[in-house]
């Protein structure tokens, strides 16, 4: 192979097709028609001198060769765009997409704040929330389907896998709420602590994106020989907060949501009878964006908004 007449676009095909499968996602992704994909997977082949993919029904399956540069040369490739990058980057005038992959949570605790304040900072950059599962998100970032990952994980910092970069942002605690009207907690004050007896007597709607009766909060509830009733499941905390609001129900929600909204839902802020762990938060994201300017400057600013919220 002539490195010197290599065509470095061709590399970029390349890397597309491995992690797409396929020269029509592959084109879709480059914007290119899949005669081009393939015309410059042939070049490819010419000049590496390897045949690359093999058909396998309607898969394309990597070579040996193909599939033991494919971590690498993303890598690289993502060194080289960083390179090239111009490190004079300027909000003002920045253009583009930022996908986060977050939770409700974030729906509510973020997103408004951090749009506005890139309405005002970098108006021509657009700001997308994608779905977000605690390990699930972490395939986004692989496919480039998300810029950031915010929220608990369930596999252990140390042990993800090496291309992601993981921060700590704050430890969640967590509240329980009903309507002011309530009778079970009219007579307490705000954030004072509601007694086991009449926690166990109410019914309780219950924060379940999957829809599952039980939540992590069910295994301490548990040790203490108690059972509560589940009234209403639903997949967000908006929808908490308005059921709660407008019903004789419980529901225990982040300490940081619970201030933040409860007024204007007209909700009590009550302590737990029980005591549970806080939720580490992190955010994740792929290391080729590790010291891209535009993906600094905007976790940073992910983080101005965000870190506070721990308590």
């Not at 009903?178 to 004050?189: E, M």
């Not at 109410?202 to 999957?210: D, I, K």
Request: a negative charge; charged letters at 25%; glycine letters at 6%.
């Amino acid at each position: 192979m002539n490195f010197a007449t290599l065509d470095l676009n061709l590399l970029r095909v390349l890397d597309t097709i491995l992690h797409e499968g396929s020269t029509v996602r592959a084109g879709e992704r480059l914007n290119l028609s899949q005669s081009a994909v393939s015309n410059a997977l042939n070049r490819l082949r010419h000049s590496l001198e390897d045949d690359l993919f093999v058909r396998q029904g309607n898969q394309l399956t990597p070579t040996d060769y193909a599939a033991s540069i494919k971590d690498r040369l993303r890598e690289h490739l993502s060194e080289l765009e960083a390179l090239l990058v111009r490190s004079d980057f300027e909000p003002s005038s920045a253009s583009g997409v930022f996908k986060i992959s977050a939770g409700d949570y974030f729906s509510e605790m973020l997103v408004p704040r951090l749009s506005a304040f890139l309405a005002e900072r970098a108006p021509r950059l657009m700001l997308q929330q994608v779905v977000w599962e605690p390990d699930g998100h972490l395939a986004l970032l692989e496919k480039e389907e998300a810029d950031l990952g915010l929220g608990p994980l369930l596999t252990k910092p140390d042990e993800l896998q090496p291309w992601i970069t993981c921060q700590h942002l704050f430890d969640s605690g967590f509240v329980g709420i009903a309507a002011q009207h309530n009778p079970l907690v009219s007579d307490i004050p705000d954030h004072g602590k509601l007694s086991v007896e009449r926690y166990f007597a109410a019914s309780h709607v219950l924060f379940s994106v999957s829809g599952e009766i039980e939540n992590f909060e069910d295994g301490v509830i548990r040790r203490l020989g108690k059972k509560r009733k589940i009234a209403l499941t639903v997949p967000s905390f908006h929808a908490v907060l308005r059921s709660v609001s407008e019903s004789p129900y419980l529901a225990i929600v982040p300490v940081s949501l619970a201030n933040s909204v409860h007024k204007q839902h007209g909700l009590k802020v009550f302590s737990l009878p029980f005591e549970l762990d806080k939720i580490p938060i992190f955010a994740t994201w792929h290391k080729r964006s590790d010291k891209t300017p535009s993906a600094i400057w905007l976790r940073e600013q992910v983080f101005n908004f965000v870190i506070p919220l721990g308590d």
